[in-house]
């Protein structure tokens, strides 16, 4: 691992962006959106990410000129099209709008069809509790779980994600539904470990944490076995039918992970002008399981959200830690 | 177990709740539904349930003669103070008030505060279905899960539901955070039986499938482990601070789990007046799941409320199997 600056990393990422024929200002947010994606840890979903996007915007899933379209509107509620543009930009301006929404009516959604990879989901719920709002958003994906007793991959691990906006730290949850992301799957295959769960299964249809049979099977294992199987299926359903967009079903007949939907759901707590009250009851929650007991002595319990802002500061204290080979191929991709 | 007609138990479990000075709209609300979640096969929060409800209403936790009261509201959010009267009547006049609110303005939320436990979570999911209506409700309750690392249970189960209507059946899904209830895991001890998979920390702080081990220490798993663990901190800050009510922590500190928070929300999908997409593309999810081979040959793969219709269908042709004991309680708890 090397370390890199924010601030670099950004300038590195911004001037790819330009050459792959980016608008300034969209090769900004998108340079700002996947830098600070590592700067939070989440490399998988921030610079390890770029050559991917690089080859999708080759291969013509992601269209870099066009941007999503408000369709069907009633009050609160807004359908918009993706037009397969950049997933990351789809999303943040769909966030905005959402927020938007909930500071007029108390609460606003933006169901968004045929849109691209948001890569960390969580980025928008940072986005919306910067901007005052609770938020919960999820997006369907490829197919990578089978559903509850059935033996193909057929549910996708459709991130989750709830951000409640705190003057101390945000409260961002941002979960997949599988137990363990294929990306993490393949880090303990790398190093030659096991899962310390459970995480898919193997050939012959048994529940395994062996990262080498379940990454040959592509058959994740869903949070709470038959429970996260039953979730995964009804976020794909939400999106799709209130986006009217493609389910999992769907994206999965095509050769790339393209055209998803996703939802964006926010809600602006200022409404009820409560004084600080809101706040005190939050940090209540966070004392109390701040305050239990630990099973191992020494270790610490976190509130979701809680251990980004550490990695945050620390990336931005000491440098962002990137694999020399992703380092690499990123800079030979703007050359 | 015996079997007894679904307008059997309701005759006499109107009378019941009659016999406790219910007005009679109420113990006609009451013993319906209790009723129909034993009749959909959850025994354990349907008729073995009321006796543990007379206890409430006998040591003042539920209040017979109150009313939930709307408080403030914003356009389409209402938060109402449910007055400790019984969850069930609560939970059905909030439904039906987030309905209205969807009905009007594409989404309505109403955030209820003390209130009581409203029994099966997946009764106003179908309510709200039945009424044409998407709904995402959730409760919070008294701990029984550590926080991912802690040894004390300071989190809820925190049933989660998702309802989506359609035309062949509702799509419902009813789970709590927990892994397994604690219903369940008795269940299982009383049989004899392990749980099929781990349920809960021994005395060691192991994780572990015994029921015998799990009912000692009263530390249930969250689904996904750490990531249920974190579902479940922010379903109860979200009920908790929309609702500004108690969280589990404030339930935790009196003797009987009363005062409760909640969260209602409803969508309308018929603003979008898609002429049949929605149902379209919901069937094409449930196809392709439903086509899958399953692992086990003859095993069937569901959507969520697939089996509650089909158990649904049993009872009301068979009657509802219920436990003797169980029975001749509630005969008792009536003369």
Redesign the interface.
Known sequence: MIQISAIHMQDVLYKLFLKYKFTSEKAKLLAETYTKNTLDGVNSHGINRVPLFIDYIKNGSVKIDAEAEKG?T????E?WDGNFGPGIINARKCTNRAVELAKL???G?VALRNTNHWMRGGTYGWQAADAGC?S?LFTNTQANM???????S??GNNPFI?S?PRKEGH?V?D?AIS?FAFGKINDYKIRGKKLP?PGG?DNN?VLSNDPEKITTTERGLP???W??S??S??L???A???A?GN????VGQGTYETGLSQIYLC?Y?E??N?QG??ER??N??ID??HD?????SG???Y??GERTLQTRAKNQKNGIPVSESVWENVLKLSE
């Not at 009633?74 to 509620?77: D, H, L, Q, R, T």
């Not at 389910?247 to 769907?250: A, E, R």
Request: aromatic fraction near 14%.
């Open positions: 069907e009633f009050g609160s509620i359908r009516y108390g609460m959604m609770i919960i089978p559903p509850w007793g059935g033996k193909d057929r549910l709830v409640i409260v949850l979960m137990q769960f299964w249809d949070i709470g076995y429970k996260g039953a979730l299926m009804i794909d359903m939400l799709t039918l209130l009217s389910s999992t079903y769907k809600i707590p409404i009820f409560d009250i809101q009851l939050l209540e929650i109390y399981t239990v007991e630990p099973m191992v270790d610490k319990i509130y979701p």
